[in-house]
């Protein structure tokens, strides 16, 4: 069964950071793109973050460049999402996604085959 797990959601203050983790099991991530996605309440979904399973291509929302860093562990078929210096505005459940793609680009989340469930990220003093 295809399916990706997030974990490492919380609260935390104002300028702290969160790790997200989006563990992927039945297929192999380097035949995947994986997408992080964010939605807060009452706004549509977006795209944070992407990274491509071939060639290690990164992509991120003007938004969050800078602080969040996306990474992949072959080994562990893991991505993993370290955000820093976050801010209310990063409040939302965070999602991660997988594309059977090879694409550089930041993949529209249509593109994306299947989704986790999500996790909760609060930033708030």
């Known amino acids: 069964q295809l399916q990706v797990v997030e974990s490492g959601g919380g609260s935390v203050q104002p300028g702290g950071s969160l790790t997200l983790s989006c563990q992927g099991s039945g297929f192999n991530l380097r035949d995947y793109v994986i997408g992080w996605f964010r939605q807060a309440p009452g706004k549509e979904r977006e795209g944070v973050s992407s990274?491509?399973?071939?060639?290690?291509?990164?992509n991120y929302a003007a938004s969050v460049k800078g602080r969040f860093t996306i990474s992949k562990d072959n080994a562990k078929n893991t991505v993993h999402l370290q955000m820093n210096s976050l801010k209310p505005e990063d409040t939302g459940v965070y999602y991660c996604?997988?594309?059977?793609?090879?694409?550089?680009?930041?993949?529209?989340?249509?593109?994306?085959?299947?989704w986790g469930q999500g996790t909760q990220v609060t930033v708030s003093s």
């Open positions: 996604a997988a594309a059977y793609s090879d694409s550089d680009y930041f993949l529209p989340d249509y593109e994306y085959d299947f």
């Open positions: 990274i491509t399973g071939s060639d290690g291509s990164l």
